[in-house]
């Protein structure tokens, strides 16, 4: 266990300065460059892609239903007692009337594409909420690394003061080894911030692609707006249009399935430049006009069209629920924001006083009013207030970006 320990010590960039080793810097990188690497790198979002391809597609093939279609066919067959025949001829075909039922399934068609996409869109937001969480969570680990070293300077300086007044006789030997018990935890905190760093590293460098170890740089501080923006932009989000647009889909459904027993009309003709044996008199081409009537289906027509009413109503309560779910996460996003905002005001606030504290009980130790357990507990009061401001910092950051998401706000990297 210590052999592992000291490896991670020994490979991790915060360790190496602190044992004055050699380290690689690690590469900068922008919460921009991070969405844009995780981007181009999902399969998630590269299938989902491919699924709005595919109904893309499927709407252009029903698109074909409003041209003619033209074809060119040849035939050889051989009857009992009849000489072989052979037709070569070209054939063409309209549908002139179908009851709008084409017309009606395009639209449903055209809605389900829209739909695709804005789920990508969607798609998209959540994506940039886990790049922008694995940002975050290095970006807190290294703080916390970077602290807890600092905890340890501060502990391994209080430790040399001690020792060095222990030895002409003004400090008790027991308050050195107090401090020395005091360092020793100190280490065993900063190695599991070390740990931690290590896991929030590959867990960036799994999203993005990347190999060296990266520097998340800094956000820029920004406030949040009032919940009833948010709210407001939440009715629109992309995801909830989608909705929308899938309810309208099978709207566009149950219309094509309620115009079921309308007739059909269909052109069809032919032009033959071969045909043997050849008719007579003589005749090139043939045309005609067919009309199809549903009379009787056995209650096909009648399950189909409570099958679409089923649909609809399936796709109107998704729409329902959707929408009270967005604004339930707008509503919970908001909370945590604002009161992540108030714990970091109040940490900040509480960190001021720890180090004035700090301060004078380092004073007051020299002049003897106080002993080196309360001094090495106010110095570390202030470090574990100065860890949980840092915390909370980056919890009120990923909060508003939460609540952004939340919300379907444009993404801006």
């Given at each position: 266990m210590l052999?592992?320990?000291?490896?991670?010590?020994?490979?991790?960039?915060w360790a190496s300065s602190a044992l004055g080793l050699p380290a690689a810097a690690p590469r900068p990188l922008s919460l921009g460059e991070t969405y844009a690497l995780a981007a181009a790198r999902s399969e998630a979002l590269a299938l989902q892609a491919e699924g709005a391809a595919q109904l893309d597609a499927a709407e252009r093939q029903?698109?074909?239903?409003?041209?003619?279609?033209?074809d060119f066919n040849a035939s050889l067959s051989k009857q009992q007692n009849a000489d072989t025949a052979a037709r070569g001829y070209f054939s063409g075909s309209y549908n002139i009337f179908s009851g709008m039922r084409d017309y009606m399934a395009a639209k449903a068609a055209s809605e389900k594409t829209a739909a695709a996409r804005l789920d990508l869109e969607r798609a998209r937001q959540q994506l940039y909420l886990s790049a922008a969480q694995a940002y975050l969570g290095l970006q807190a680990a290294q703080r916390e690394a970077q602290i807890r070293e600092d905890q340890l300077e501060v502990t391994a300086r209080r430790i040399s003061e001690l020792e060095a007044r222990a030895a002409i006789g003004r400090s008790r030997r027991s308050e050195v080894i107090s401090a020395?018990?005091?360092?020793?935890?100190?280490k065993a905190a900063h190695l599991s911030a070390l740990s931690?760093?290590?896991l929030a590293q590959q867990a960036l460098k799994f999203l993005t692609g990347l190999q060296e170890d990266l520097a998340p740089a800094a956000l820029p501080a920004r406030l949040a707006a009032d919940l009833p923006a948010y709210l407001d932009l939440a009715a629109r989000r992309p995801d909830l249009e989608a909705r929308r647009r899938d309810a309208a889909a099978a709207g566009f459904l149950s219309e094509v399935q309620e115009l079921g027993g309308r007739?059909?009309?269909?052109?069809?003709?032919?032009?033959?430049?071969?045909?043997?044996?050849?008719?007579?008199?003589?005749?090139?081409?043939?045309?005609?006009?067919?009309?199809?009537?549903?009379?009787y289906t056995g209650g096909l027509l009648r399950g189909r069209k409570e099958a679409a009413w089923a649909g609809?109503?399936?796709?109107?309560?998704a729409l329902d629920l959707a929408l009270r779910q967005a604004l339930s996460d707008v509503r919970s996003a908001y909370d945590d924001y604002e009161?992540?905002?108030?714990q970091a005001e109040s940490l900040a606030e509480a960190l001021a006083l720890a180090d004035e504290n700090a301060?004078?009980?380092v004073e007051d130790y020299k002049l003897g009013l106080v002993n080196n357990l309360e001094v090495l507990s106010a110095l570390n009061t202030a470090q574990q207030t100065r860890l949980a401001l840092s915390q909370a910092q980056a919890r009120k950051t990923l909060a508003l970006i939460k609540l952004e998401t939340a919300a379907g706000a444009e993404i801006k990297p």
């Amino acid at each position: 266990m210590l052999k592992l320990l000291s490896a991670i010590i020994f490979f991790t960039p915060w360790a190496s300065s602190a044992l004055g080793l050699p380290a690689a810097a690690p590469r900068p990188l922008s919460l921009g460059e991070t969405y844009a690497l995780a981007a181009a790198r999902s399969e998630a979002l590269a299938l989902q892609a491919e699924g709005a391809a595919q109904l893309d597609a499927a709407e252009r093939q029903l698109a074909a239903a409003f041209r003619p279609a033209f074809d060119f066919n040849a035939s050889l067959s051989k009857q009992q007692n009849a000489d072989t025949a052979a037709r070569g001829y070209f054939s063409g075909s309209y549908n002139i009337f179908s009851g709008m039922r084409d017309y009606m399934a395009a639209k449903a068609a055209s809605e389900k594409t829209a739909a695709a996409r804005l789920d990508l869109e969607r798609a998209r937001q959540q994506l940039y909420l886990s790049a922008a969480q694995a940002y975050l969570g290095l970006q807190a680990a290294q703080r916390e690394a970077q602290i807890r070293e600092d905890q340890l300077e501060v502990t391994a300086r209080r430790i040399s003061e001690l020792e060095a007044r222990a030895a002409i006789g003004r400090s008790r030997r027991s308050e050195v080894i107090s401090a020395k018990a005091q360092l020793a935890q100190d280490k065993a905190a900063h190695l599991s911030a070390l740990s931690a760093e290590r896991l929030a590293q590959q867990a960036l460098k799994f999203l993005t692609g990347l190999q060296e170890d990266l520097a998340p740089a800094a956000l820029p501080a920004r406030l949040a707006a009032d919940l009833p923006a948010y709210l407001d932009l939440a009715a629109r989000r992309p995801d909830l249009e989608a909705r929308r647009r899938d309810a309208a889909a099978a709207g566009f459904l149950s219309e094509v399935q309620e115009l079921g027993g309308r007739p059909a009309v269909n052109l069809l003709a032919n032009y033959y430049v071969l045909r043997t044996p050849r008719p007579d008199p003589v005749n090139r081409w043939d045309a005609g006009a067919f009309l199809s009537v549903p009379l009787y289906t056995g209650g096909l027509l009648r399950g189909r069209k409570e099958a679409a009413w089923a649909g609809k109503r399936s796709a109107q309560t998704a729409l329902d629920l959707a929408l009270r779910q967005a604004l339930s996460d707008v509503r919970s996003a908001y909370d945590d924001y604002e009161f992540s905002s108030r714990q970091a005001e109040s940490l900040a606030e509480a960190l001021a006083l720890a180090d004035e504290n700090a301060r004078y009980q380092v004073e007051d130790y020299k002049l003897g009013l106080v002993n080196n357990l309360e001094v090495l507990s106010a110095l570390n009061t202030a470090q574990q207030t100065r860890l949980a401001l840092s915390q909370a910092q980056a919890r009120k950051t990923l909060a508003l970006i939460k609540l952004e998401t939340a919300a379907g706000a444009e993404i801006k990297p």
